[in-house]
T-cell receptor
Framework: GAGVSQSPRYKVAKRGQDVALRCDPI?????LFWYQQALGQGPEFLTY????????KSGLPSDRFFAERPEGSVSTLKIQRTQQEDSAVYLC????????????????FGPGTRLTVL | KQEVTQIPAALSVPEGENLVLNCSFT??????LQWFRQDPGKGLTSLLL?????REQTSGRLNASLDKSSGRSTLYIAASQPGDSATYLC?????????FGKGNQVVVIP
């Protein structure tokens, strides 16, 4: 089956613009994660969904960042009033997820969206 | 907060040599540890997953060990090939997230 897909692959925004990044997880995967990867760094956790519920958003760097997954499948990460420091690759991952909050499965990552804010 | 460190940050080896990549983490309360490969401009490809109760996992030329009590994992790549050139990322799974190191950037010289 298809892997995790993300769109757009590249996005250039002027400072102050709003952007929306889309993630299509693997079909049937309960858990969905967003990460931010700055140049030369490892990915940093942003937020986590279990189905449509956003269970952890502690990694979102400011209130300009907002994520949703209204039907428990596709997710959108929205960044309002973009700043230059938002320039990074935004990675989405999904995994099967198990009942009871214990997760033993590997996370599968999409190709990422490279955001450049001018 | 979980801190993950990967040493060395970068290395070059001649083709055919074995690669040894090290990962250390500060909090041993993890569910699992995952090794990824990342090619320039690409996403992450999962290589191996080691559950917290396991000591090692093997896949082809790759072998990863886990010593949870000392907070260490090692990825071995046998008989390296130029196609192994990439950045290798170690990540440990806590409650709701993976915590990543900065990666080992590997170049295999033909």
């Amino acid at each position: 089956g298809a892997g995790v897909s993300q769109s757009p692959r590249y996005k250039v925004a002027k400072r102050g613009q709003d952007v929306a990044l889309r993630c299509d997880p693997i079909s049937g995967h309960v858990s969905l994660f967003w990460y931010q990867q700055a140049l030369g760094q490892g990915p940093e956790f942003l937020t986590y969904f279990q189905n449509e519920a956003q269970l952890d958003k502690s990694g979102l760097p400011s209130d300009r960042f907002f994520a949703e997954r209204p039907e428990g499948s596709v997710s959108t990460l929205k960044i309002q009033r973009t700043q230059q420091e938002d320039s990074a690759v935004y990675l989405c991952a999904s995994n099967v997820g198990l009942a009871g909050g214990r997760f033993y499965n590997e996370q599968f990552f999409g190709p990422g969206t490279r955001l450049t804010v001018l | 907060k979980q801190e993950v460190t990967q040493i060395p940050a970068a290395l070059s080896v001649p083709e055919g040599e074995n690669l040894v990549l090290n990962c250390s983490f500060t909090d041993s309360a993890i569910y699992n540890l995952q090794w990824f490969r990342q090619d320039p401009g690409k996403g992450l490809t999962s290589l191996l997953l080691i559950q917290s109760s396991q000591r090692e996992q093997t896949s082809g030329r790759l072998n990863a060990s886990l010593d949870k009590s000392s907070g260490r994992s090692t990825l071995y790549i046998a008989a390296s090939q130029p196609g192994d050139s990439a950045t290798y990322l170690c990540a440990v799974r806590g409650n709701n997230r993976l915590a990543f190191g900065k990666g080992n950037q590997v170049v295999v010289i033909p």
